[in-house]
């Protein structure tokens, strides 16, 4: 005859799982959800950054200063890491830039779709914004490698999960030795 498991190790087990099916769940919630407001944090970005610039380029500035803006763009000081995987880039009506930064992808020949848009270079996904300048002809275009998005995500999602799964010991053994008090008095 098999031996029935104790009462202290039932209860135990039955909450060990409720408290792992639970904390899965909600750090699978909180990892999608960070992930969700990082993507919108990071297109509201990238609008952002192409209305600026249509607010400062136009086809006579570029003309009269494209040196002066080139020489800026290349300057390299104050370089941060994130740095190539940004870029922008200023189109003109037949494709072909006329300005943009020094990390800029070669962009597809069929041409960059107004509005959000990804492109794959060089085995490298690229999420876009295309604004059609509101001054010229002209499309400026800014963008992120797909890397940074998931670099960032992944790290704020794991500051949230990683407590959770440090704790996860400490809070069986607890369970563990307050089942076992709580059930004391039913010892013979």
């Known amino acids: 005859m098999t031996a029935n498991p ?3 190790r039932r209860l135990t087990w039955y909450v060990v799982v409720t408290l792992l099916t639970l904390t ?3 750090g699978i919630a909180v990892y999608q959800g960070t992930s969700k407001e990082a993507d919108e944090v990071f297109s509201a970005a990238l609008v952002q950054t192409a209305r600026i610039l249509d607010g400062l380029i136009t086809r006579a500035a570029l003309e009269s200063n494209r040196r002066q ?3 800026a763009l290349e300057r390299n000081e104050h370089a941060h ?7 922008f880039a200023v189109l003109d009506a037949d494709g072909s830039m006329l300005l943009n930064s020094r990390q800029a992808p070669e962009l597809p020949r069929a041409g960059i779709a107004r509005g959000f848009y ?3 270079y060089e085995d490298e996904k690229w999420f876009t914004f295309a604004l059609e300048s509101s001054q010229d002809d002209l ?3 800014v963008g992120e490698r797909s890397g940074a998005r998931e670099e960032i995500t992944e790290y ?3 500051g949230l999960l990683l407590p959770l799964i440090l704790l996860l010991p400490l809070v069986l053994w607890m369970l563990w030795h307050i089942v076992g008090v709580a059930l004391r008095p039913l010892q013979l």
Do not use: H, N
């Open 6 to 8: 104790s009462l202290r």
């Open 81 to 87: 890491e994130y740095e190539r995987k940004l870029f």
């Open 24 to 26: 899965t769940l909600s």
């Open 118 to 120: 990804e492109f794959v």
């Open 156 to 158: 704020i999602g794991s």
């Open 69 to 71: 803006l080139k020489r």
């Open 139 to 141: 499309l400026i275009v």
